[in-house]
């Protein structure tokens, strides 16, 4: 695989002092960690391939379509953790009343001002959706109107992010994190993002 690329290859994100005062935080942090890896090398064999990834920063226009976006337990944590204390106080100045005033159905509660507010600890279903060839028009899911173009995580790098969280659950020894993959206990919790108690969540910004 050719190292020479528009952007490196990613870095596992590294809060000390918070892992340390919450132990949860690290199977979020490793399991981010290995999904952005697969997602790069998987970036990387299409590119061999020749094609062009659409997806840059100030491109939101899947924020704005996806509606049902899955989260999972621990995603969830992590996303109230970075919210209520890592955003700088203006991003949270900006995203309280945002939120509290969303509705179901609309962009991202978390787009603000056409970027993520949230987007070192945005989910699992954000970092693997990577589109080709030219950008998503306002309104369209590629995955249905041209999934040629839509990323195929590498499978392996996504079995290793859902396993990261497993620990989160109690599931440790080999034989329980065996059985938990292959029933689907991770993705059998998962929530849809816009369902979450976004006033809960803004009232906890000040």
């Given at each position: ?58 491109c939101s226009a899947c924020c704005r379509s996806h509606t049902t976006i899955p989260i999972f337990p621990l ?63 306002e309104g369209e899911d590629a995955y249905y109107s041209r999934r040629e173009d839509v990323l195929t995580p ?36 998962a929530r849809v993002l816009q369902d979450i108690d976004r006033g809960h969540l803004a009232a906890r910004l000040?």
């Amino acid at each position: 695989m050719s190292q020479a690329r528009a952007y490196p290859q990613p870095s596992r994100l590294s809060f000390p002092q918070d892992e340390e005062a919450h132990p949860w935080l690290r199977f979020a942090l490793e399991s981010y960690y290995q999904a952005d890896v697969g997602v790069w090398q998987a970036i990387a064999q299409e590119e061999a391939k020749g094609r062009t990834l659409a997806c840059a920063k100030g491109c939101s226009a899947c924020c704005r379509s996806h509606t049902t976006i899955p989260i999972f337990p621990l995603e969830l944590l992590g996303l109230y953790w970075f919210v209520t204390l890592k955003l700088s106080p203006e991003m949270r100045r900006q995203l309280k009343p945002q939120l509290a005033s969303h509705e179901r159905g609309g962009p991202c509660p978390f787009l603000v001002e056409g970027a993520c507010a949230v987007h070192p600890m945005r989910p699992l279903a954000c970092r693997h959706f990577n589109v080709f060839g030219r950008v998503c028009a306002e309104g369209e899911d590629a995955y249905y109107s041209r999934r040629e173009d839509v990323l195929t995580p590498i499978r392996s790098h996504q079995d290793a992010a859902i396993a990261a969280m497993l620990p989160f659950h109690g599931l440790t020894s080999e034989a329980q994190r065996r059985e938990a993959m292959q029933a689907g206990y991770i993705q059998g919790r998962a929530r849809v993002l816009q369902d979450i108690d976004r006033g809960h969540l803004a009232a906890r910004l000040g």
